[in-house]
């Protein structure tokens, strides 16, 4: 299972980005995906999860904000962020849980900076 996250890079506070999460095979087995964030000293921490039955969970610092969808035709989870913060700046990871294993991405930057 391979795991690979794109999308990040140096937006405005205000702007948007979305982010991609390709997965390695059906997503379709995939009981769980999500998107978690680690900035510097900080713990890693859950941004936005689905499940394979479309369930959506939101970490509260970006309710309202972010949105995690995804295309299982493409096998890739989304993560559209809109209204970006200065806050938000972190490396972002993916995550997938499959039969019960746990997978994770390599990670993406992003900057949000003026």
């Known amino acids: 299972v391979q795991l690979q996250a794109s999308g990040g890079g140096l937006v405005q506070p205000g702007g948007p980005l979305r982010l991609s999460c390709a997965a390695s095979g059906s997503i379709f087995s995939y009981n769980y995906m999500g998107w978690y964030r680690q900035a510097p000293g900080m713990q890693r921490e859950l941004v936005a999860s689905?499940?394979?039955?479309?369930?959506?969970n939101y970490g509260d610092s970006v309710k309202g904000r972010f949105t995690i969808s995804r295309d299982n035709a493409k096998n890739t989870v989304y993560l559209q962020m809109n209204s970006l913060k200065s806050e938000d700046t972190a490396v972002y990871y993916c995550?997938?849980?499959?039969?019960?294993?746990?997978?994770w991405g390599q990670g993406t930057q992003v900057t949000v900076s003026s």
């Open positions: 995550r997938a849980v499959r039969f019960g294993l746990e997978y």
């Open positions: 689905i499940t394979s039955g479309g369930s959506t």
